[in-house]
């Protein structure tokens, strides 16, 4: 069995023993610099501070942002 | 240069420089400094969680820019709201360019979901700075609702067509009671020098200098267009008139006048 996480409008499957649990351990799995980064879970936005406590369910939506250039 | 206060900081340089269409951070970083700028735009996107490397925040010393993101793509003001919050939590800061552009061809924002939008933010305890059409109603509308300036456009985003809206800018600059920083579709030096000499407070450049060939010249040139212009606003200019206006002495000429 997988585990379903959304992110960024594309479902991404992890094994179920494996799935993250957190945002943070999200994060680390997608090899994503924490300190650049912020999110959504579905569409509340979680503070760089709550990364770690943040539970992830099967089936949430993630959105995963950061600064790029721009006028 | 005299300082400009916008909220509760206050600018000794009147250059506001953006982000975007840099070849690299290097260049980017290098053409910031150049400026003088005290304070840099950026946009918020999704990370591609394929191939995520490029680090923007590493490249600008944010002991020495502020940062200033906006709300680029976002069509509505909920959309704007939206991204507005997400910066706030990125960079830990209230300040936001709210810009509502629904129309990718021209890009040209959208009054009344932006005004929507202001009134949201400012409540919310943003420091907002909209993005605008040079629309002087709109501008009192905006400020009445508490943004800390306003930001009427000179020609369309990237355009480089220089001040195609200059009659409403000076009615704009005239009336308005926050600041007015002109932005988009300044192309050259010496169209951000004509927006300071008609009483803009501050410029927005972005493509004009990212895009040049030697963007960190260009970054120079910018720098010293926006200086010059500033002085010679404060220095009041002289009266433009139809006919000519002798500057030498119209007597003592080395010739005998016939009675």
New interface residues.
């Given amino acids: 069995m997988n585990t379903t996480l959304r ?3 594309n479902d ?1 499957q992890f094994p179920q023993d494996r799935a993250p649990k957190t945002l943070a351990e999200l994060l680390a799995e ?4 924490q300190a ?3 999110a ?1 879970i579905d569409g509340r ?4 501070k709550d990364f770690a406590s943040a539970a992830l369910q099967p089936g949430q939506s993630i ?9 | 240069m005299d300082t400009l206060k916008i909220a509760d900081r206050e600018f000794t340089s009147r250059l506001f420089i953006g982000t975007g269409k840099y070849a690299s951070n290097e260049i980017m970083a290098r053409a910031i400094a150049t400026s003088g700028t005290q304070m840099v735009t950026v946009a918020l996107r999704r990370v591609d969680i394929e191939n995520e490397n490029d680090n923007l925040l590493a490249a600008i010393d944010r002991s020495k820019y502020l940062l200033l993101p906006n709300t680029s793509g976002a069509r509505d003001a909920a959309e704007a709201v939206r991204l507005a919050r997400l910066a706030r939590a990125a960079s830990g800061i209230r300040w936001i360019k709210l810009e509502v552009t629904p129309d990718p061809y021209y890009l040209l924002p959208d009054g009344t979901e932006t005004l929507k939008a202001a009134e949201i933010l400012v409540k919310d305890g943003f420091v907002v700075l909209p993005y605008i059409n040079a629309d002087p109603i709109l501008a009192k509308r905006l400020q009445d609702v508490g943004t800390a300036t306003v930001m009427p456009l000179a020609a369309p985003i990237g355009s480089n067509q220089g001040l195609q809206t200059r009659a409403a800018l000076e009615i704009i600059i005239e009336q308005a009671t926050v600041p007015v920083v002109v932005d988009a579709g300044l192309g050259l030096p010496s169209h951000a020098a004509d927006a300071m000499e008609i009483g803009a407070d501050a410029v927005l450049v972005n493509t004009a200098i990212a895009a040049a060939a030697d963007p960190v010249a260009m970054a120079a040139a910018f720098k010293l267009a926006v200086e010059a212009g500033r002085i010679a606003r404060l220095a009041g200019s002289a009266q433009r008139s139809r006919t000519a206006s002798a500057s030498s002495p119209l007597t003592g000429f080395l010739r005998d006048d016939k009675p």
């Fill in positions: 992110i960024n409008g991404k997608l090899k994503i610099d650049t980064v912020v959504e936005i979680v503070e760089r959105e995963l942002v950061r600064f790029v250039g721009g006028g």
